[in-house]
């Protein structure tokens, strides 16, 4: 594998609840150490494509490959040295609500990390993974203690358990406040400097997805396919696509390709 | 086609489409139970992953948590069998085999069936409005992305800790059956304690406590087994965690009763 092979292909992904079709004909790259942005409506698929993408639903049709892997014709053994290096925030941030904040950064550790590292050890690093998201002080609590934009924020630690080599965030801004959310996207920044790991960024949040995203994808609810590709910032200046033309600068699109669309 | 005939094709098809759906349902029985048995060979080769705390909150949950409730209801079921019993072989004045009525009733029947039908409403509910939570909060789905089945995750502890702890229970309620019973005689029939309990050593065979307890165990099994699945199988929005606690209830019961008369009708082909 080359320095510049991309570090997801997904080749042309069609997504279907039963016979109900959620996206077709979807496919990019996401380059190594990139922020890969998901755009669209609200219930256009984005969380859907995550799921094909962390290995939760098998495509109706089409490739998601990893390195030279293709996660859904691989063996278990194989699909499992690939999920190791994944780091998953899920759109409702999904703790489990048995377990403290702590308890719950450290359970990736617990199963999958390195045998050797200490109880104690795996501790110190929940609690500094903690800090980083600004929730030093509720490590001990349970999950029901705590607020929605304070779950996402553990939800990223527990994420960021094993220096995933793969990131996939859902909304990882939704219901946090202005200056959280800005902290965040410096994170994630940051994160992606050091680690080179490849990101991909379901997002609504306009400022988050200009100063973040490296590419991205624009999915339609209508016509059920991506109708754009890019950075956002270059989406913003050159796609004259109605919609996504509307949606980047948020305003309301004009009534013919309003409709059907939320 | 006639009017008649359209209708008849309907209902044939509709038929048919139930039929397929009973299918399905069996099939997904059959694969989750495929799937806790690699996971038992797996625990057996201290492969298994789950998190013991949990295992034990389980087991304590299942176990000592179900105390008050089965301690009540088999208390009271003694009772009646002994208050039962006694209106009517009083009539033949054979009061004193009240004893043998309440020993055998309950030891090879009562105390495993209404244990597993307090549990299936206790613990087999339990199980599945907790699944179906973790299904709807993404949980399940964290875990599948940690790379650790639910299976073994979830279902292991639970069907496990309760497949243990059901005959225990059931050894439990045996004894307060057996009180409860001993309380109607001697308070309604002036029965002697003494006749009672000897009457009721002399009726009970060791058979009667292997099969209560061979019950039990399947009861648990069943029970948890039928929790973890409607858990599993639940769709992820708030009303779906009730309808999945409200099948687990229904088909545990409705379970424990067949497969009681399963045993029933092999107790009587073998003559035990
Ligand atoms: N389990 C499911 N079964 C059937 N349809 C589903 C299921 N989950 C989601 N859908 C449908 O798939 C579509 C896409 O859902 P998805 O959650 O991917 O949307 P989304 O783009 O993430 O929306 P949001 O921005 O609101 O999170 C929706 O129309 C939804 O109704
Ligand atoms: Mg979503």
Redesign the interface.
Same mark, same amino acid.
């Given at each position: 594998m080359s320095a510049n092979t991309p570090a997801i292909v997904v080749h042309g992904l069609r997504m279907a609840y039963g016979s109900k079709l959620i996206q077709e004909e979807v496919s990019f790259e996401v380059a190594k150490g990139s922020v890969f942005i998901i755009m669209g409506g609200s219930g256009c698929g984005k969380s859907t494509l995550l799921k094909h993408l962390i290995g939760l639903m098998p495509p109706a049709a089409g490739q998601v490959l990893y390195g030279d892997h293709d996660y859904w014709l691989a063996d278990e053994a194989a699909r499992d040295a690939i999920r190791r290096r994944f780091g998953v925030l899920f759109q409702g941030a999904a703790l489990f609500s048995t377990m403290t904040l702590a308890e719950n950064v450290m359970l990736p550790m617990k199963l999958n990390g390195d045998r050797r590292q200490s109880a104690a050890e795996q501790r110190e690093r929940a609690e500094t993974l903690l800090e980083l998201v600004g929730l030093s002080a509720a490590a001990d609590l349970l999950p029901n203690e705590i607020s929605g934009g304070m779950k996402k924020r553990a939800g990223l630690a527990r994420a960021l358990a094993l220096e995933p080599e793969y990131l996939f965030l859902d909304e990882p801004s939704a219901g946090l406040d202005p200056i959280s959310s800005r902290k965040l996207d410096e994170l994630i920044l940051d994160l992606r400097e050091r680690t080179g790991a490849a990101v991909v960024v379901v997002t609504h949040e306009l400022p988050s997805l200009f100063a973040i995203g490296d590419d991205g994808i624009f999915l339609d609810a209508v016509s059920k396919r991506p109708i754009a590709r890019g950075a956002p910032k270059q989406l913003l200046e050159s796609c004259d696509h109605p919609f996504v033309h509307a949606f980047l600068r948020r305003e309301v699109p004009p009534e013919d390709v309003e409709d059907g669309r939320e | 086609m006639s009017h008649a005939r359209r209708e008849r094709i309907l209902a044939l098809a509709a038929l048919g489409r139930g039929v397929l759906a009973r299918l399905a349902v069996l099939r997904e029985v059959s694969t989750l139970l495929g799937e806790v048995i690699l996971a038992i060979g797996r625990l057996l080769r201290g492969k298994a992953?789950f *998190?013991r705390a *949990?295992a034990w !909150?389980v087991v304590q949950a299942s176990g000592a948590g179900a105390l008050g409730v089965v301690s009540l209801v088999n208390l009271l079921v003694g009772a009646i069998l002994a208050f039962v019993g006694a209106v009517q072989l009083l009539k033949f004045g054979a009061g004193q085999f009240v004893a043998d009525l309440v020993s055998i009733a309950t030891v090879r029947e009562m105390a495993a069936v209404i244990t597993a039908v307090v549990l299936s409403g206790r613990t087999g509910a339990a199980f599945a409005a907790r699944i179906a $939570?973790?299904q709807g909060?993404?949980?399940v *789905? !964290?875990l599948? $992305?940690?790379?650790?089945s639910p299976v073994e995750f979830l279902v292991l502890p639970r069907v496990l800790a309760l497949t243990l702890m059901t005959p225990l229970l059931y050894a439990y309620a045996c004894a307060v059956g057996l009180l409860g019973g001993w309380a109607v005689s001697a308070g309604m029939l002036d029965l002697s304690s003494h006749l009672y309990w000897s009457r009721s050593a002399d009726a009970l065979a060791g058979t009667h406590f292997v099969l209560g307890a061979g019950k039990s165990l399947a009861f648990g099994f069943l029970v948890a087994f039928a929790g973890c699945f409607h858990g599993l199988r639940a769709g992820r929005n708030a009303a779906a965690v009730g309808e999945a606690t409200t099948r687990a209830v229904v088909s545990g019961i409705v379970g424990v009763i067949v497969i009681d008369a399963v045993f029933a009708l092999c107790a009587y082909a073998l003559d035990v």
């Open positions: - | 992953r *998190d *949990d !909150a $939570t973790m909060n993404e949980e *789905d !964290a599948k $992305t940690l790379g650790v």
